[in-house]
């Protein structure tokens, strides 16, 4: 199956992005990647996409990731809600102790 991720290019303390598509078994990290669809610069807040390119990949069956699907969605490449990429929170509960 086909993913579109991010891929860190960018230095310590300097993230840069590269959009991807790409085998969902294979790590980010390497080079065996598909396609290079876009970038994705943190620190400046640019966010450059084909958009083109992006649904023609959706089309042929890959799936965004959660944070691609919102950055996209963002840019207007994609239409319909964002989706809650951050953890659900669980209550905390105090052990008892054993007497």
């Known amino acids: 199956m086909l993913k579109i991720r991010l891929q860190r290019t960018g230095r310590k303390n300097d993230p840069h992005f590269r959009l991807i598509v790409t085998e969902s078994t294979l790590k980010p990290k ?38 691609v699907t919102n950055l996209l969605i963002s840019k207007g490449v994609l239409e319909g809600k964002k989706l ?9 509960t105090k052990k008892k102790k054993a007497a």
Not at 47 to 67: L, M
Not at 84 to 92: E, Y
Request: hydrophobic fraction near 35%.
């Open 30 to 67: 390497t080079s065996q990647f598909t396609e290079i669809v876009g970038t994705y610069n943190v620190k400046a807040g640019i966010f450059e996409a084909k958009g083109d390119r992006v649904k023609y990949w959706i089309s042929k069956g890959a799936q965004a990731s959660a944070t």
């Open 84 to 92: 809650n990429v951050l953890p659900k929170k669980s209550p905390t």
